[in-house]
C-alpha cells in the first residue's frame, strides 16, 4: 500500500493513533483528524486517496460530513462506527461511503479493507500535477508555476483554482465552488468574488481582461485551459502574433 495517502478521522485519539502506526506499518502515508473543522482542512490540504472516518465526532456527525466528501468526487471513504444495525450502515453507504466497519474491529480486517479501497484508488488515481504548458498546478506540493516562475498563493486560492481546473473547463457556480473549495459551510457568494479577484491579480496577464479564470455571465465562473500558452516578456504569447491589437481572443465568454 504503499505511496497511498490516508487520512484518518476519528474523535478517539488512542484508537487514531493506532490505526495511523499501523497504517505506516505498511507505507502508507497518513493525516490525522480529531474533529469535523480539522478534517475538512487536511482533506483540503492534502488530498487524500482514502478517508477512514468514524462516524460520531466530537463537533457533528461523520455522515454528514461523508456527503460533503462525496461532493468532493475524489477520495474513497471507509466508515467505522459503533452503529451496527442494517437501518446505520444501508445510510452510511447511501452518504457516499464505499465501506463500512462496525467497532470493535479486528486490526488484520481493518488492514485488509483498506488495501482493498486502495487498489481501487490507483486504479483510478488523480493526476500528481495538472499541466496546462505555461502554468502547472502540483496537487502533491500545492504549488503553482506560471511560465516557470512559482505563484505565491494562499492555501484558499489554491484550492479554489484546483476545482476550477478540475472541471476541465465547465463552468462552476458560486455555490458549487463555495460546496468544493471552502472547508467551512459559508453561503456569501461574494467571498468567491473576492478571492477570484485575487488570483487573477497573480496569474492574469491583465486582472481587468482576465482570460484564464473567464466569468460566466449568469452562471458563476470558469478556467480556460486553452488559453494557457507560455506568455513572453511583453506579455504576448505565441497565438497573438498576428492577431490585431484590438482583436479579442477567440472563445473569451462575455460579461467578465
Known sequence: MSAVCIQIVEGNPHLRSLL???????????????????????????????????SELPDGDGIEFCRWLQQQSQAYVLILSARNTEADIVAGLRAGADDYLTKPFGMQEFLARVEALTRRSRATAVPVLLDYGALKIDLVQRRVQLNQELIDLTPQEFSLLYVLAQAGGAPLSRSELLRKAWPDAIDNHRTVDTH??????????????????????NVGYRFNVELVEPIDRNGSTPSDKGRSPNRPLSGIAEGR
Not at 507505507?27 to 490525522?32: H, L, N, P
Not at 477570484?196 to 455571465?217: A, C, F, G, M, Y
Open 196 to 217: 477570484v479577484l485575487s488570483l487573477r491579480k497573480k496569474i492574469e496577464v491583465d486582472p481587468r481582461q482576465p482570460n484564464l479564470i473567464q466569468t460566466v455571465r
Open 20 to 54: 495511523g502506526w499501523h497504517l505506516q506499518q505498511v507505507g502508507c502515508s497518513v493525516y490525522q483528524a480529531a474533529s469535523l473543522q480539522q478534517a475538512r482542512d487536511v482533506f483540503l490540504n492534502r488530498q487524500p486517496n482514502l478517508v477512514v472516518l468514524d
